[in-house]
């Protein structure tokens, strides 16, 4: 391809670049407006992270046509300073031939004259010695043997629990003798009335977040109570609180790891006080 005709064709690519860069930056403001906007978590999620990377990508595109445009000019000044020059014009140093001439006139008579004869004798050219080309001997490559590297399993310890002081009793008033809370339902996500979006006990691995429903009757407020999440019989998240949702009712709460959930079986368990008084069993994978 010659330069003219990489000249003639840029500015096309460019204009393309730029007309691109505009339609994606116009998807990433759509993404981006729907993961303000959008009925469910999840769904906002989903459309905030794609409006991220085609904001990015329409950000690179604009980043591109903008350098094409910059180097452009500057091959286009160099091309316009090359085509200047005229073809036909001869350039360089002329070197004339070395030649010696050598004379022999005759002399002259008084009734006859002849022309002077001149003997032209070139110089005797000399040739150069060719340059000698070292020959090059590839170098052998010694490749490396791959080693095994070992994985490393992290797993959870039974002595996670003291760490985190997940069982023991929250500071505050002892429960009622039938006070209880018990854990209704699992669900995937919550609808905007809080009602459970795809209840079960079976969810697909990497899941961000699980929600819990729950009732409760008799329950004062400043009860201690406590809630964990228990993966393979070892606590791995939870906490303890101190009541205050009245005495009787509905509510839920949630677990969320933004890593996602790995494959498993787990269990949520609700203690009030220091008594476990309800628990809910379910698999991830």
Known sequence: MTPRLV???????????????LLIF????QQLRRGRTGPYWRLRRQAGQRGGRLFLLAVALFGIAGALAFFSGLADLALQSLLRRDPNRL???????????ESATLAASPTNTRPAVE????????????PTIPSLTPTPTLT?????????????TPTFE???????????????????????????????????LEPGTHFAAGIERVYFFIEYHKMENGVGWSRILFREGV??????????????????????DESGYPAGSYEVRIYLGAGLVSRLAFSVG
């Open 235 to 256: 606590p791995i998240q939870g906490g303890s609180y101190l009541w205050g949702l009245g005495q009787d009712g509905t509510s839920f709460f949630f677990f969320g």
């Open 26 to 29: 116009a998807l990433a403001v």
């Open 7 to 21: 000249a003639a064709v840029l500015p096309y690519i460019i204009i393309g670049l730029f007309v691109l860069g």
């Open 162 to 196: 003291s760490v985190l002081s997940l069982t023991p009793e929250a500071a505050g008033r002892a429960p009622e003798p039938d006070a209880r809370i018990e854990i209704t339902t699992a669900a995937g996500d919550m609808a905007l009335d809080r009602t459970p």
């Open 144 to 156: 490396p043997t791959p080693t095994d590297t070992p994985t490393i399993t992290l797993t959870p």
């Open 91 to 101: 350039s360089g140093v002329a070197v004339a031939a070395q030649t010696r001439t």
């Open 119 to 130: 003997a032209t004798r070139p110089v005797a050219m000399t040739a150069m010695p060719s």
